[in-house]
């Protein structure tokens, strides 16, 4: 069976290249679709990480069964500002 990035024709090093939203709508799209750890490598190619893509990372850890990493990632992220869906996973 292909991996969802497969599928949509999508190297994790061409994710870097596209425009920021459409990187949080590939890595929303794969969390839908429980590809966590296609979200993991994907967020892997970027420098920098937006608060929305800390969150992305963090419900890929949580779904792969990390809770520990996600959640010192959300207190980590919680040292800056925090949005209420990050408050929200954090519980």
Excluded: K, N
Aim: aromatic share 4%.
């Amino acid at each position: 069976m292909s991996s969802l990035l497969e599928r949509l024709a999508l190297e994790p090093s061409h994710y870097a290249q596209l425009p920021s939203t459409v990187c949080e709508q590939v890595a929303d799209f794969l969390l839908r679709w429980q590809a966590y750890a296609e979200v993991l490598t994907c967020l892997d190619t970027l420098g920098t990480l937006a608060l929305s893509q800390l969150q992305q990372r963090a419900a890929a850890l949580q779904g792969l069964g990390r809770t520990a990493e996600a959640l010192a990632l959300l207190q980590q992220s919680a040292r800056g500002s925090i949005s209420i869906p990050a408050r929200i996973q954090r519980v």
